[in-house]
């Protein structure tokens, strides 16, 4: 998971989320592009370069969206890499497909010949950054064990490969050797232009590339650092390449020690560019990098789960961290946990002069309350009877006997793939496998409290449009958008018109009238219609094998609104028979009201529950 590279060196503009303001996947066919072949939605446009797709990264000017993913086989032979080009519209943040390139120059396709143009170095690649200038992207590949470096046309989004650097390159490869290491699977750029670093899990190493008008020995007032790309050039520049590298055994001698580095998998640029921060799922450690005056990494800290006595502190939330974000502030760390198989988010604070974290906060799952069986079986026995009452009042008992729980409860947080801190530094976004969470964030202390949710199964939680698995997120400057990539495809998310109406009257007719707003930082015209849907589970009898049963109905939609940015409106909803059946048995029913939004109309909002009470006649 390489969220939080790229959200790293693009200062986390994720969008704010307010109570006034939706978010959500963008309609219409520039909201998503799923690579041939890759299943996912039947109503994005089908592209290329999008095999695998596991990483993004937009442009400093907003211009381009890049998307990198691959195949990491057991050999060379069923190994592919790939690089999808993308154009992005700055008003509406819609994407379209101009280019890709490829390790063989198919789409993934055996035979699909010139489809994408060809590179070299670029299979299982998985991690992507542009530099700050916007002239560079550098693509990491694990199977290649290399970094390829491109030169960026701003006018176009166009790139020219420049070079490569590579492990243990090949007689006759047209890469240069350098301290990189197998399963090399992200890159961070310097907040300075000067350096890279890439991140392998399996060797538990960060490596950097340095560019210098000296040797890597070489010291003192006449030595200048020059932008990394200079390293890559063909022939080589008069550049000198610099290459140390951190790990967690120091690579027996070829690299400084770094603690508690097993299985580091994420990097994240602090906002000043003074440290960086690596996620360590398997030492249970987010570790503390800073640069030294030459550029080479040193761990200077840490935050351990049960640490020793030595270089890092114990951390009494976390639990196996996989990846992070830093707010925009530099205030504190947002770390992605899993704990009994759910998801969770350390919050974590961060000392400005040295860089050092400690424990602040947290949010982890809360379990939807069990439903009781329904015991009128006229099949069960006395005895299945007495046994099932044993096996409630056991799991009752094991329940009070669980510690206090000492973080917020949140329902949606099935799991945390990727995550990012808003451009102003207001809201946190937490995308899973089949969910999303929102989080307003409290800026003096960090601390999250949950905005909204969007699950497939949870009637807690607003529909979600199709994003199974979310491996990376990156954000537009100006906050506007973000995308998203896992499972072959990229969807661009959004700001967008919000339901702000909690309780509405219902007539015996069938209509109610709920309020919508649309968000002042958009550029285009909230447009679409207000939805009313309801989750419904068929469950399994009792000792079934089969799964519940889950799928969501509509029951409403209003008339289509156009609305003025930071404009607001009222609008009617026409109830369907289920619905008004519903209100008659029940009185009040509780449903979700989601904004459907039309092409190029924001974002179609995650939703908000929405009481409905019949009034009398």
């Known amino acids: 998971m390489i969220a939080s590279v790229t959200l790293a ?76 080009i993308l154009k992005r519209d700055q008003t509406t943040g819609a994407i379209t497909q101009v280019g890709c390139v490829s390790s063989d120059g198919t789409d993934g396709r055996e035979g699909a010949t010139g489809a994408c143009a060809p590179s070299p170095s670029l299979l299982g690649a998985d991690g992507v950054a542009v530099s700050p200038d916007g002239l560079s992207v550098y693509v990491s590949s694990k199977s290649s064990a290399s970094v390829v470096a491109f030169s960026r046309d701003p006018a176009t ?72 790309s200079s390293i890559f050039s063909t022939p080589p520049a008069p550049a000198f390449l610099s290459n140390p590298c951190v790990a967690v055994n120091g690579m027996d001698g070829v690299c400084t020690v770094g603690p508690a580095m097993r299985g580091i998998a994420t990097l994240a640029l602090s906002p000043d560019g003074r440290q960086l921060y690596g996620a360590s799922p398997g030492s249970s450690a987010v570790g503390v990098f800073a640069p030294n005056a030459e550029g080479a990494l040193a761990e200077t800290g840490c935050l351990k789960v049960e640490a020793p006595p030595g270089l890092c502190a114990t951390s009494h939330l976390m639990h196996s961290p996989s990846n992070l974000a830093i707010s925009p502030d530099g205030r504190n760390v947002y770390v992605g946990d899993s704990i009994d198989g759910n998801g969770r988010i350390d919050v974590l604070a961060r000392d400005a002069s040295s860089g050092q974290l400690a424990d602040a906060s947290c949010v982890d799952f809360l379990e939807k309350p069990r439903q009781e069986e329904a015991s009128e079986n006229p099949e069960e ?35 945390v793939g990727a995550i990012g801190v808003s451009g102003d530094g207001s809201s946190v976004y937490a995308f899973g496998q089949n969910s999303a969470v929102v989080f307003s964030r409290d800026p ?12 497939h199964e949870d009637d ?45 009257a219902a007539t015996r007719t069938g209509s109610a009238m709920v309020r919508v707003v649309c968000p002042t930082g958009l550029r285009v015209f909230c447009r679409g219609h207000v939805e009313l849907t309801r989750l419904l589970v068929h469950r399994p009898r009792r000792h079934s094998h089969r799964r519940a049963g889950v799928r969501r109905i509509a029951l409403g939609a209003s008339v289509r609104f156009s609305i003025r940015p930071g404009g607001r409106t009222v609008v009617r ?41 019949l009034v009398p006649s």
């Open 460 to 504: 807690r939680c607003a529909s979600l449009p199709s994003l199974a698995g979310v491996e990376a997120l990156a954000a537009a400057p100006g906050g506007r958008q973000v995308y998203v990539v896992g499972s072959g495809e990229v969807a661009a998310l959004g700001l967008g018109a919000a339901v702000t109406t909690a309780r509405a």
């Open 381 to 415: 026995s006395a005895e299945e009877k007495l046994e099932r009452e044993r096996e409630r009042a056991k799991e009752r008992e094991e329940r009070e006997k669980e510690p206090p729980d000492v973080c917020e409860r949140v329902p949606g947080l099935y799991s």
């Open 157 to 228: 989004g166009a790139l020219t490969r420049l070079g490569c650097v590579q492990a243990t390159p090949r007689p006759g490869a047209p890469c240069r050797a350098g301290n990189l290491f197998s399963g090399s699977r992200g890159v961070v750029v310097s907040a300075d232009n000067t350096a890279l670093y890439v991140v392998a899990p399996l060797e538990g190493a960060v490596s950097t590339l340095i560019g210098s008008t000296a040797p890597a020995s070489g010291s003192g007032p006449n030595v200048q650092r020059l932008p990394v």
């Open 444 to 455: 003096a202390t960090g601390k999250l409290t949950e905005s909204s949710c969007a699950a």
């Open 9 to 84: 060196s693009l200062a986390l503009a994720l969008p704010g989320t307010s109570s006034a303001s939706g978010f959500g996947a963008l309609s219409g066919p520039g909201g998503c592009l799923v690579g041939r072949g890759e299943g996912g939605s039947s109503s994005c446009t089908v592209g290329n370069g999008l095999v695998g797709a596991n990483s993004v990264a937009v442009s400093p000017d907003g211009a381009n969206v890049y998307v990198v993913g691959g195949r990491a086989g057991n050999n060379v032979s069923m190994s592919f890499g790939n690089l999808a």
């Open 573 to 613: 909803v026409r109830l369907s028979g289920s619905a008004r059946r519903l209100l008659r048995a029940h009185r009040h029913v509780r449903l979700a009201a989601v904004v459907r939004s039309d092409a190029s109309g924001g974002g179609s909002g995650y939703g908000r529950h929405l009481i409905l009470t």
